[in-house]
C-alpha cells in the first residue's frame, strides 16, 4: 500500500445502527481514519436517520451492502448469532471486519470467522473498546511497572439491570441465540481486561441462576478463575442489579481498584493497619466515550496500513472461550479447563 493510500479514509458500511449501533456511528464519524458510505438496517427508521447523518446511502438489504464497489470495510454491530454468516460474506467480498463483541455465538462459530479472514486475506477486529479506556491503560501501566508488587488476586464486578428495560421477545433473552446473557453481553468486556491486563485465564468454575427473567435465562453469574500464572481471580456478572463496572487488583505492594473512568490506587509503604491511607486518584469523566473513537480509529488505521489490529479475532475469540466454559462449567457443576488461542495474537 502506497503512502497515500496510508491517509485516505478507510471507506466502511455501518451495519446494524440502532441500540449500541448507535454509539459505534458516532466514534465511527469521529474516527479519521473512516468513512462512513453507507449503512443498513432491517428498521428502515434507524437506516434513514444514519444516512441522513453521514450524507450517505441506506442500503436495501446486506447482499446490497456487498455488492457496492466503493467499500473497503463493513462494521457489523447485530445480534451474536449473525456475526459468522455475515463476516464470512463480507471476506469473501473481499472486505475487512470490525465485529462488535463477542467475536461470535460459539467459540466453534469464531474460529470459523477467523479461518475465513485468513483465506481471504482479510483483516478481523472485536469491538473490546474498554482496553482503550484511559483508566484501564494506566491500570495496565502500573501491573507492567511492578507498582503492584506480584500480583496476588483480581476481582471483577460488571453488572447491570438491562433485563428490567427489554422487550420479552428480543434476541439477547434467547439462550440459544445468546447463552449465559449478563457474562456474554456484558462480563465479556471484563474477561478480555484480565486478558490484556493480569494474564490468560485457564480455568474458570462458575454459578449461574434467574433472578429476574424466565426460567431458562440466566440474569446472574458467579465465577473464581485461575489465571495462567497460577493466581486467582472472581466475578460477578448479572443483568439484573444498578450498574457497576468495577476492577480490582491486589499485589504484595498495592492496590489498584478501576471503572471505565476512574482509577485508584493505593501502596503498602501507604496502607495503615485500618486498611486506610493516602491513595492515589485519577478521573478520566471527561474523556467519555473515547474509548470507542479510538477503537474505530485503530480499525481505520489497521486497514489502511495492512497490519494486524489491535484486538484480533484470536483476542476476542480467548475471551469467548471463558464465556463458553462458565457455561459449560454451570451446567456440569464442575471447574472447565480453557484452551489457549492468543499465542499469535498482538492484542495480550
Known sequence: MNNESQHTPVRIALVGLGGHGRTIQHASDEATSLEVVAVYDPVEEEAQAAAERFGCDAASS?????????????GLVTPNHLHLPQARAAFVAGLDVFVEKPIAN???????????????????????????????????????????????????????????????DVWRLRPDQCPLLPVMQLGIHALDLVHFMAGRIEEVHAFAQSVTTQPEVIDSVTATFRLNSGRLGTMVSNYCTPVRFEYRVAGTEGFLQCTPHHVWYRSA????????????????????????????????????????PPIDGPAGLQALAVVEAMHQSSTSGAPQPIPSFIEQSSAV
Open 106 to 168: 460459539t467459540v466453534a462459530d469464531g474460529q470459523a470467522m477467523i479461518d475465513a479472514a485468513q483465506a481471504a486475506d482479510r483483516l478481523l477486529m472485536v469491538g473490546h473498546n474498554m482496553r482503550f479506556s484511559r483508566s484501564f491503560r494506566m491500570a495496565k501501566q502500573k501491573i507492567d511497572d511492578g507498582e503492584l508488587g506480584d500480583i496476588v488476586s483480581v476481582e471483577i464486578h460488571f453488572s447491570a439491570d438491562n433485563t428490567q428495560r427489554m422487550a420479552k
Open 269 to 308: 509503604a501507604d496502607s495503615d493497619r485500618a486498611g486506610g491511607g493516602e491513595a492515589e486518584t485519577h478521573d478520566f469523566m471527561e474523556f467519555g466515550m473515547e474509548s470507542y473513537v479510538l477503537q474505530m480509529q485503530a480499525f481505520g488505521e489497521a486497514v489502511q496500513q495492512r497490519t494486524q
Open 62 to 74: 446486506y447482499d446490497a451492502v456487498l455488492e457496492r464497489d466503493d467499500l473497503d470495510a463493513v
